[in-house]
Structures are given as C-alpha cells and as structure tokens.
C-alpha cells in the first residue's frame, strides 16, 4: 500500500507562481511513475504532468507546457509540481497520482489551487 501527501495550494494572483509537493510513503521501492491531475469545477480530472521514477522522464498536457516543471527527489519520495506563470485557468484542485511497476494507482486527497485574474 501507498499513502501520498500533497502541500503547497493555495490562493495567488494571474502571473504568480505556486509550488506543489507530495510524498509518497509504505511501499515506495515500487515507484514506477508520478504525476498530477487537476480537476475544475464541474469539469472532469484532466492529465497535468508526469514523471518516471527511474529515468526521470517527463511528460505534459498541451496546456501547461513551458509554464509548469515536474521534477522528482528520490531520495525523499517526493515528486514537485513548479507552476508559473499561473493563469485563472488553471484553477483547480491538483491530485498526486503514483504508479507502480505491477499497475497499481494510487491517489492523494488533492490540494487547492485558485488564481485570481
């Protein structure tokens, strides 16, 4: 089993930059890829970024592409989410997902994040 723990929502203006983190804790060694998801009010979860453990191989949605840098700290379990510029369109609350090798997902509690035009 695996728990994730997201941190770092919260409320900035258009333009502004926010950091996202979460860790993964229990059965870790398995890791195969982490990432994020977002979903808006009244819309459905979409696709952000993600990354593989191993080889650190990343991976965007069209939308954030040149505005959001996924990055990860092995050692730490920890997968960041660096978001700037932020537009009023990436309102939303952010998952943490977590893939093992044998295709298991997991998902964190999802945090806030809301910009201001």
């Known amino acids: 089993q695996v728990q994730l723990v997201e941190s770092g929502g919260g409320l900035v203006q258009a333009g502004g930059s926010l950091r996202l983190s979460c860790i993964a804790s229990g059965r870790t060694s398995s890791i195969y890829r982490m990432g994020w998801f977002r979903q808006a009010p009244g819309k459905e979860r979409e696709f952000v970024t993600s990354i593989t453990w191993s080889l650190g191989s990343t991976s965007y949605a069209d939308s954030v592409k040149g505005r959001f840098t996924i990055s990860r700290d092995s050692a730490k379990n920890t997968v960041y989410l660096q978001m700037s510029p932020l537009k009023p369109e990436d309102t939303a609350a952010y998952y943490c997902?977590?893939?093992?090798?044998?295709?298991?997902?997991?998902w964190g509690q999802g945090t806030q994040v809301t910009v201001s035009s």
């Open positions: 997902y977590l893939r093992t090798r044998t295709g298991a997902e997991f």
